[in-house]
Structures are given as structure tokens and as C-alpha cells.
């Protein structure tokens, strides 16, 4: 089997931390356990990437819209949001690990997640805990 390395796809996961991303790229499905929609968001920037998912349920819409209103796209009662819009917008995430249960394995997971959205001009530098 020959597999073939694109540019970018050698770069590492972000370490945990705030970090100043663009969102390079989006992919909408269904989970594989419930069938709820969701969207993935591929947060990168110099220092590596990190993919999150977004799941468009009444418990996952605060997280939802405050991804929109960080990029800078208001998210107003009754309006549609299109992911799309989300494609090379800049945010500041934090980047932190978050442990389940895996409901096929019953065994514990553990996943890095983007979180804590802040306009990106707000942290205009990553801030990832670096290795001494």
C-alpha cells in the first residue's frame, strides 16, 4: 500500500491551551449512535490542528451560537446559521481534553475538544502550555 502525505497532514495535534486558529475546514454528518446531525470544525493554525465536533441539539445550541457570535456571525433567534460561513474564520479556542464513556465499549475515552471560543483579535497570540 502506497499512501500519499498531503502538505499540511504531517502537523501535530495543538497541545492543550488558547490558541488562535482558522477553521480550515467543515464536514456535516450524523452520529453513529443516534443519528443526531452534527458538523466538524478542523481548527488549525502554525503550531498544528485539532477537530471538534458540533452536534445540533438543544443542549449543543449555546456552544453552537457562541462559536458563530466568536467569528464574528450574529446568531439571532429564528435566523438559520449555514456552517459554511464558518470556513477560514479566526477564533481563539482552548484546547482541552474530555473523558466518556464510549457507549458501544462501555470503556472510558478520552478526546482533545476546542472550547471556550474568544474573538480571535482578543488573544492575539497562542498561549499553549509548551514543553520544558
Request: with cysteine; glycine share 8%.
Amino acid at each position: 500500500m502506497k499512501i500519499k502525505v498531503e502538505e499540511g497532514q504531517g502537523k501535530p495535534y495543538l497541545e492543550n491551551g488558547r490558541h488562535v486558529v482558522e477553521i480550515t475546514e467543515i464536514e456535516e454528518g450524523t452520529s453513529e449512535n443516534k443519528g443526531i446531525p452534527f458538523f466538524s470544525c478542523r481548527f488549525e493554525n502554525e503550531e498544528g490542528f485539532i477537530h471538534s465536533r458540533f452536534y445540533n441539539t438543544e443542549p449543543g445550541m449555546p456552544i453552537l451560537i457562541d462559536l458563530f457570535k466568536n467569528v464574528g456571525i450574529k446568531a439571532e433567534e429564528g435566523k438559520e446559521l449555514n456552517t459554511q460561513e464558518l470556513l477560514n474564520k479566526k477564533v481563539s479556542i482552548l484546547v482541552e481534553e474530555r473523558t466518556y464513556n464510549d457507549p458501544n465499549t462501555g470503556q472510558e475515552k478520552t478526546i482533545k475538544q476546542a472550547s471556550n471560543f474568544q474573538p480571535a483579535e482578543k488573544a492575539s497570540t497562542s498561549n499553549a502550555t509548551k514543553k520544558k
